[in-house]
């Protein structure tokens, strides 16, 4: 199985970016994204698993260039050989305020395979595991659907992590802190190991 990681947003994007905390920290999506992905793609590489980052890249890199980059792997190895993870945080605002909602998420797109599903719910179950608050968008679906590029137009299972909210502060103090970077990691780590085991 070859895991193929998004880092999401590039440094060129505007906002996405925590508020200014008290204690002068600040989490810039695009840094933490890739900080995370690499993390994430040595972990994986050192159990044996076949993973890549499509975007090395510090800079935006279009939705269009990044679907593009994840199909052509699915063409060379086969779709159902593929899963995909976007890595996001999530934000209630844009304007930089800090916010009151919480918590950890999956997503997957509207024309979602059952397997995206699978995989998805996998994700959840594996957020709980580390002491996650865990978004949901119904007791019987532990994910939430929407149209999105990154899930929609790739070939392969995929999923987009929306990790905490960065405008909120303690979601953010714990995303920015060694725990919360190593929750995040494992939550990513053992939902992709059981999504191999199963299929």
């Known amino acids: 199985m070859k895991v193929i990681i998004d880092n999401g947003h590039g440094k060129d994007t505007l906002g996405k970016r925590s508020p200014v905390w008290a204690d002068g920290s600040q989490l810039f999506e695009w840094r933490y994204a890739r900080e995370i992905a690499v993390i994430l793609e040595q972990e994986l590489v050192r159990r044996g698993i076949d993973a890549v980052r499509i975007v090395p890249e510090d800079t935006d890199i279009s939705l269009r260039e990044r679907c593009n980059r994840v199909n052509k792997l699915c063409a060379k190895v086969g779709a159902k050989n593929c899963l995909l993870v976007s890595i996001h945080c999530n934000a209630a605002g844009n304007a930089g305020k800090p916010m009151q909602a919480r918590g950890w998420s999956?997503?997957?797109?509207?024309?979602?395979?059952?397997?995206?599903?699978?995989?998805?719910?996998?994700?959840?179950?594996?957020?709980?595991?580390?002491?996650?608050?865990?978004?949901?968008?119904?007791?019987?679906?532990?994910?939430?659907?929407?149209?999105?590029?990154?899930?929609?137009?790739?070939?392969?299972?995929?999923?987009?992590?929306?990790?905490?909210?960065?405008?909120?502060?303690?979601?953010?103090?714990?995303?920015?802190?060694?725990?919360?970077?190593?929750?995040i990691v494992k939550t990513h780590v053992q939902a992709i190991l059981d999504y191999i085991s199963m299929v």
Not at 120 to 131: K, M
Not at 160 to 180: A, I
């Open 106 to 183: 999956v997503f997957v797109g509207l024309n979602a395979s059952q397997n995206s599903k699978s995989l998805a719910t996998l994700f959840s179950t594996s957020a709980e595991a580390q002491g996650l608050k865990v978004r949901v968008s119904s007791p019987n679906q532990r994910y939430w659907a929407q149209n999105l590029a990154m899930c929609r137009d790739t070939k392969c299972p995929a999923v987009l992590t929306e990790n905490l909210f960065m405008d909120n502060e303690q979601d953010c103090k714990l995303l920015l802190s060694n725990e919360g970077k190593q929750k």
